[in-house]
């Protein structure tokens, strides 16, 4: 059985990682008013930072449109037998769902959707090991396994900088976020049961970026980290300093940096940083 394997803009993985496998991909879309831009398509992250902050425009997201999917999917089953198709969270977004909807409606393809119940790089990593899997002949069903089994290996935290995002898109009132504000208050999320929730509060942005670093430095430890993304917005200053002080105490530890695109970015805002990290078996 040959096996695809398809993905969202949201795993925000390297060109060069897409051709290497021959990734498939459909876009999430960004909305400022009346315009509407294909994430990664019409709208890279630094274009889509300096249209935020120049325009003072909040934007909106939306899935991939289902003709997306069915375009996509009917130029694999030109080539292919089956495709894994992993999405971003459905616990924040209905893509996952609408490439569910979609199994009946290929003929000669089969369709297995996967929830990753992440986003970001941490998502595109496990869109990489089922693109590994499907060169070593794995059948869809042992893919699907290895890849449940490493989400429950995953970790990732996100300190968000600005609470207006948040307060926006649903996450916190207007009374939180204002009260967030004074008091400099800087929410660490992260992902529970496939949702984005508050990890805890605290204050100043200092703080909270050691109180994420505690927890990777006593996994890595352990040795018990297999590999580290370094995420972020629109400045990656944070994130490279951080990489940095950390590949000086663990240099056996695999480490990589990417970014916040268009549609988290709409979400988490300006400033956001994340750290995430796969844990060993």
Known sequence: MKIAIMTDSTAYIPKSLIEKYNIYSVSLNVQFNEDSYQEGVELGPVEFYEKMDSTGIYPKTSQPAVGDFLHTYQEIAKEYDAVISLHISSGISGTYQTAKSMQQEIENLEIYPFDTEITTIVQGYLVIEAAKLAEQNKSPEEIIEHLTHLKQLMRVYFMVDDLGHLQRGGRL???????????????LLYFKDAKIEVFEKIRTKKRAIKRIMDMLYADAQQDNVRTVFWIYADDETDVCHLREQFEEKFPHIKTETSYFGPVIGTHLGSGAIGVGWYKKS
């Open 173 to 187: 009132s207007n009374a939180q976020a204002m009260l967030g504000n004074l008091l400099k208050v800087k929410p």
